[in-house]
């Protein structure tokens, strides 16, 4: 069975700093893999998605994501952090075999300081 | 967009009352949408995936019997949470997919506080 792994519960960056938020995955085959965000209390939006083809995704506000076949990775990216970024960040891998499903990894809670 | 109608954002009922919560696909079909549940700072555990027209499929764990889901309809799944108990409080969200095979679109969510 599919995993996800996000090693940090919380972080907090000051707005304009880089950011990087960690997911590892376990899957048998080619991943689908999935950056969703969550603002309290509401739905989750998709930031991007890795389906195959160029390892380095691009999504929705300015962010970025790179899948990492050999690490198992993909690591979620935005150079500069605007505090509107603040939330809960979900990483999730689909599971091709099983009608679609998608397990998510605990989550990432970003703080931001003005 | 797509866009999947979530209601009502939030309940409040008392223990041993049921719960409906509906979930509609405004301007797509939906063939399958899925109930997910979320604890407090937890992540989103998959309760059952819903077929139009079928039976839903529950994940290991979960009482079918307590979670009565309903996918009458191409742009309706309904979650029924019977009998409630305080332990059954939590965020419950569904999605639809509307693109594709993994292209969701989620709901904003039900936050169910049962006293």
């Known amino acids: 069975a599919q995993s996800v792994t996000q090693p940090d519960i919380h972080i907090t960056v000051s707005e304009g700093a880089s950011l990087e938020l960690r997911c590892n995955y376990s899957?048998?085959?080619?991943?689908?893999l999935f950056w969703y965000v969550q603002s309290p209390g509401q739905g989750l939006q998709l930031l991007l998605k890795?389906?195959?083809?160029?390892?380095l995704v691009q999504g929705i506000k300015g962010f970025e994501a790179e899948f990492k076949r050999s690490q198992s990775s993909f690591n979620l990216r935005k150079p500069s952090v605007h505090w509107s970024d603040a939330a809960e960040y979900f990483c999730?891998?689909?599971?091709?075999?099983?009608?679609?499903?998608?397990?998510f990894g605990t989550g990432t809670r970003l703080q931001v300081t003005l | 967009g797509a866009v999947v109608s979530q209601h009502p954002s939030w309940v409040i009922c008392k223990s041993g009352t049921s719960v409906k919560i509906e979930c509609r696909s405004l301007?797509?079909?939906?063939?399958?949408m899925f109930w997910y549940r979320q604890f407090p700072k937890q992540s989103l555990m998959l309760m059952a995936t819903?077929?139009?027209?079928?039976?839903?499929?529950?994940e290991q764990g979960v009482e079918k019997d307590k979670f009565l889901i309903n996918h009458a309809s191409l742009t309706l799944s309904t979650l029924t949470v019977t009998s409630a108990h305080p332990e059954d409080s939590s965020f419950y969200i569904c999605?639809?997919?509307?693109?594709?095979?993994?292209?969701?679109?989620f709901g904003s969510g039900t936050r169910l506080t049962v006293v």
């Open positions: 999605s639809a997919i509307t693109d594709g095979t993994f292209g969701y679109t």
């Open positions: 899957y048998g085959a080619t991943p689908y």
């Open positions: 890795y389906f195959s083809g160029d390892t």
């Open positions: 999730a891998v689909g599971d091709t075999g099983t009608a679609s499903k998608l397990t």
């Open positions: 301007d797509f079909q939906a063939t399958t």
């Open positions: 819903s077929n139009e027209g079928s039976k839903a499929t529950y």
